[in-house]
Structures are given as structure tokens and as C-alpha cells.
């Protein structure tokens, strides 16, 4: 059984993965769905990765006007199409984690500002955030401290004290 710190390890492995395949697929020669299948392919089989890079090349590849279109709306300065390569990769696979996903949007948002300083640099990094911050959804109250839903007997109890 893979410890916590395996999957952290392997959904990081996993956001990378969806980043390479929607940046290369950006260059128009191949769709991000065949250059994510060669890069798992090449690499090591983590089912965590794998899976997480699966859904997130998926929800951009579903979402990509949406996404752009709400890149448009935030940051109406920075147009997508004037956006580096890999600027607009970042945006794209951030904004399809945040949006269309199970992580918990804090979760997904911290990991893709690092990830965005990692390969893009600081004014990147702070454009991330801006953004990020600005579409995700807000917290579910029902959603706990640690990003995981309060199970429904306790928020049973909890409204019953609060009565």
C-alpha cells in the first residue's frame, strides 16, 4: 500500500506529466492524449501519476475554450495567445486542476504556483496565484480543515449544537 507521501510524490509526477503532454500538444503535432500515452510509456508506471495526468489532460482538452476564455475574463492583460508556450500550458492544466477535479482547489493551487516558479519564473508564479485565487471556487462548508469532506453524521451533530 503507497504511503501519503508516495501519492503526493506520484500526483506531483502526474501534474508534470499533463504539463509536458499540453505544452508539446500546443506545437500541433500530436494531441496531448497520444504525447501523454508516449510518456507513460517511457517512464515508470505510478497508477497515482498516471491517473491524475489522465484526468487533467482530459479536462483541458474538454474545457481548453472555457479555460481561455476565463484566462480572458481574469487576466484580460495577459491575452492567451500572447501568452509563452509554456505560460499558457501552466494556466491551462492549473486552471483544468482547479475547475474540473477532485483536489481540493488550495490543494491544486499551491502545487501549480510552485510548479509555475519551478518552469516559468517569479512574475509567472504571481500571475498563478492572481488567477488561480481568483476562479477557484469557494470553499464547500462541508469541506473540512484539511480539504476533505466533514462526513455527514458530523455535520448532523455539528448543526445540532448550533441550535
Known amino acids: 500500500m503507497a504511503s501519503e507521501a508516495d ?3 506520484g500526483r506531483r509526477t502526474g501534474r ?3 504539463l509536458a503532454a499540453i505544452f508539446e500538444a500546443d506545437f500541433g503535432q500530436r ?6 500515452e508516449r510518456h ?3 517512464s515508470e508506471r505510478d497508477e497515482t501519476a498516471a491517473e491524475l495526468a489522465h484526468e487533467l489532460v482530459g479536462a483541458v482538452v474538454r474545457h481548453r475554450d472555457e479555460i481561455d476564455a476565463r484566462i480572458g475574463e481574469v487576466a484580460p492583460q495577459y491575452p492567451v495567445t500572447g501568452l509563452a508556450k509554456m505560460d499558457r500550458a501552466l494556466l491551462r492544466s492549473a486552471i483544468g486542476e482547479v475547475l474540473h477535479s477532485a483536489t481540493p482547489a488550495r490543494v491544486a493551487i499551491a ?3 510552485e510548479l ?3 518552469y516559468s519564473g517569479e512574475p509567472m508564479r504571481r500571475l498563478m496565484n492572481g ?6 471556487p469557494a ?3 462541508e469541506e473540512g480543515v484539511s480539504g476533505h469532506n466533514v462526513r455527514p453524521a458530523q455535520e448532523d451533530r455539528r448543526r445540532a449544537a448550533r441550535r
Open 7 to 9: 501519492k503526493q510524490r
Open 16 to 18: 508534470r506529466l499533463a
Open 31 to 36: 494531441t496531448a492524449e497520444a504525447i501523454l
Open 40 to 42: 507513460l510509456a517511457e
Open 111 to 113: 502545487e501549480w504556483v
Open 116 to 118: 509555475a516558479r519551478t
Open 131 to 136: 488567477v488561480l485565487g481568483t476562479i477557484a
Open 139 to 141: 470553499p464547500n462548508s
